[in-house]
C-alpha cells in the first residue's frame, strides 16, 4: 500500500518516437505525461512514412498505441510526411483534441485529397484496402482546430502547448510543451535562414529538451542568390534559344518560391514578359491559401502582396488547372516555361511534358530540390540519356541543370545554430536518415557539449522532470 501511495504522488515524462527517427519522413512522437494515476498523452505529427517499398510500408499496419487514448495532437506543418495518417488516427478512434495554426488548418484538406489519391493508387497496387478514403478525410478535417502562434493551450493538468514559427513552409511550427514547468521543444521541419516567403524562424527561450529535425543534418545548401541566378539565366537561355524550360516542383512552398522570384525579375524589368504556365491544380489551390495568409508571409512579400502586387501571379503567367488546358501547353508557341508536379517527376503532369520535351536540344530541365535515388528526377540528374517514362522509351536531348538553394530546410549549419541559440540540457535528433542524424548528433555534442540521442523507431526515452 505504501508502495501504491508513493506512486500516486509520482510524475514523469516520456517521449516514444514511434516513427520519423532515423527516418525522414513518417514523423509520429508520443509524449506521456503520469501524474500520480493520470496520463495525459499528446502526439506531434501523425505523417505519412514515404519511400520506395510501399508495399512493406507501416502506412497499412494498425498504430503502435491505441489513438483513443490520445488526449491532443498537434500538427507543425502541412507536409504529407507530418498530416499523411491523421485520417487513419481518426477512423480508429482518436477522439482527442487536434490543434494546428490557420494556414495548415486550411492546406491540410488540399494535401491530404491529393495524399488519398496517391496512396489509394499504391495500395491498388499492393493489393491493400486504401489506409483511409475522402470520407475519412472530410472527418479528420472537421476536427482540426486552428490557432495562433504564441496561443497556450492547456492539454492536462499542468501540460500545456504552443505553436511557435518554424520558418519552413507557409503556416509552420515548432511545438513547445511545458510540463510541470519542465520545457520541451519539437522543431517539426525547420527553415533555413533566411527564409524565402515566410518569416524566419522563432528562437524559443527556457527549453530543457530539444527534439531536433535533421534532414539535411550533414549536407550544406547553395545559396538563395546562386539559386536565383542558375534560375533566371535558364529562363534567359531558354528565350534566346526559344526553347523550353521545365521544371519539377512540390507543390506546397516551392512553387510559390518560384512564382515569387519570377514576378520580381519581370516587375524589376531584369526578365523580359515570357510566358509561364503553373501546370497544376494542386499548386493552384496551395498558391491561393498563400495569397489568403499574407501575415504568414515575410514582410516584403507582404507588402507586395498588400500594395497590389501579387507575388505570385504577373501579366504572363498561366495557371492551367484543367486536362484540355494542360493539353494545349504543347502547342503554345516557345519559348515558354512549365513548372508542373510532382518534384521529383514520380506522378503528376511533368512526366508528360518530360517526355514531349526531353528530346528536344533547346530544352532545359531544371531540378529545383532533393531526388530521391531511383526517382525519374535522379536518373534525369545523374545524367541518363535515355528514360523510361510511363512504358515508353524517352531519348534526353535536352540540358539538365540543377540547384539546391531553393530548399525549404534547413542545413547542417542552420540546424547547428539553431540548437546552439535555443541552448537545451539536452537534445534528441530525428526526422533525417542515420547518417544524417549522427553527423548532426556528433556536432552538437562536440561542439555544443550538450548530450544528444539518436533514437531508433519505437525507441521511449523518459525524461528527468525539471524543478526550478
Ligand atoms: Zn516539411
Do not use: W
Not at 496520463?39 to 489513438?67: A, M, W
Not at 475522402?134 to 492547456?154: C, G, Q, R
Not at 520545457?183 to 517539426?188: A, E, I, N, P, V
Not at 506522378?347 to 531540378?367: C, F, N, V, W
Amino acid at each position: 500500500m505504501y508502495e501504491y501511495g508513493m506512486m500516486n504522488n509520482m510524475k514523469s515524462l516520456s517521449i516514444t518516437f514511434f516513427r520519423g527517427a532515423r527516418r525522414v519522413t513518417g514523423s509520429n512522437f508520443l509524449v506521456e505525461v503520469k501524474n500520480g494515476e493520470k496520463t495525459t498523452r499528446i502526439l506531434i505529427d501523425c505523417g505519412l512514412t514515404q519511400g520506395e517499398r510501399f508495399c512493406e510500408s507501416v502506412n497499412h499496419e494498425k498504430f503502435p498505441y491505441d489513438p483513443s487514448s490520445i488526449d491532443a495532437i498537434f500538427f507543425t506543418h502541412a507536409h504529407a510526411d507530418h498530416i499523411g495518417l491523421f485520417p487513419k488516427l481518426v477512423k480508429e478512434g482518436f477522439v482527442g483534441r487536434a490543434y494546428a495554426t490557420h494556414p495548415t488548418r486550411e492546406l491540410v484538406p488540399i494535401m491530404l485529397e491529393d495524399s488519398v489519391k496517391l496512396i489509394g493508387a499504391e495500395a491498388k497496387r499492393c493489393h491493400y484496402d486504401p489506409p483511409y478514403t475522402f470520407e475519412d478525410v472530410d472527418t479528420a478535417v472537421k476536427k482540426l482546430e486552428p490557432i495562433e502562434y504564441k496561443d497556450v493551450i492547456t492539454v492536462g493538468e499542468g501540460v500545456t502547448a504552443t505553436l511557435n514559427n518554424a520558418g519552413h513552409i507557409l503556416g509552420s511550427a515548432t511545438v513547445f510543451l511545458d510540463v510541470f514547468g519542465t520545457k520541451l521543444l519539437f522543431t517539426g521541419d525547420l527553415g533555413r535562414t533566411p527564409a524565402v516567403i515566410v518569416p524566419d524562424r522563432d528562437i524559443v527561450g527556457g527549453v530543457d529538451y530539444l527534439v531536433t529535425e535533421s534532414v539535411y543534418g550533414n549536407r550544406t545548401h547553395g545559396s538563395i542568390e546562386d539559386s536565383e541566378k542558375v534560375l533566371l539565366d535558364a529562363v534567359k537561355n531558354t528565350i534566346s534559344q526559344k526553347g523550353t524550360l521545365l521544371i519539377p516542383s512540390f507543390s506546397l512552398e516551392r512553387t510559390q518560391i518560384l512564382l515569387a522570384i519570377l514576378d520580381k525579375a519581370i516587375t524589376d524589368r531584369v526578365l523580359p514578359e515570357v510566358t509561364v504556365f503553373m501546370d497544376s491544380p494542386l499548386a493552384a489551390k496551395v498558391t491561393e491559401v498563400y495569397r489568403n495568409n499574407p501575415e504568414f508571409l515575410r514582410e516584403e512579400v507582404r507588402h507586395r502582396l498588400q500594395s497590389g502586387d501579387d507575388p505570385f501571379q504577373f501579366g504572363s503567367l498561366k495557371v492551367t488547372t484543367e486536362q484540355e488546358e494542360s493539353a494545349s501547353i504543347n502547342s503554345a508557341p516557345m519559348p515558354k516555361v512549365i513548372i508542373a508536379g510532382a518534384g521529383m517527376s514520380h506522378g503528376g503532369r511533368i512526366r508528360r511534358h518530360e517526355a514531349h520535351y526531353l528530346p528536344m536540344k533547346s530544352t532545359t530541365l531544371l531540378l529545383v530540390g532533393y531526388q530521391v535515388p531511383g526517382s525519374l528526377g535522379r536518373k534525369l540528374k545523374d545524367g541518363a540519356k535515355s528514360v523510361n517514362i510511363d512504358g515508353a522509351a524517352v531519348p534526353v536531348r535536352a540540358q539538365v541543370l540543377s540547384t539546391d538553394g531553393f530548399s525549404a530546410h534547413a542545413d547542417r549549419d542552420d540546424l547547428m545554430s539553431f540548437a546552439e541559440k535555443i541552448a537545451p540540457k539536452r537534445v534528441m535528433v530525428v526526422l533525417g536518415d542515420t547518417e544524417a542524424a549522427s553527423f548532426l548528433a556528433q556536432r552538437i555534442s562536440g561542439f555544443l557539449n550538450i548530450p544528444v540521442d539518436v533514437p531508433s523507431e519505437g525507441e521511449i526515452i523518459s525524461l528527468e522532470l525539471i524543478t526550478k
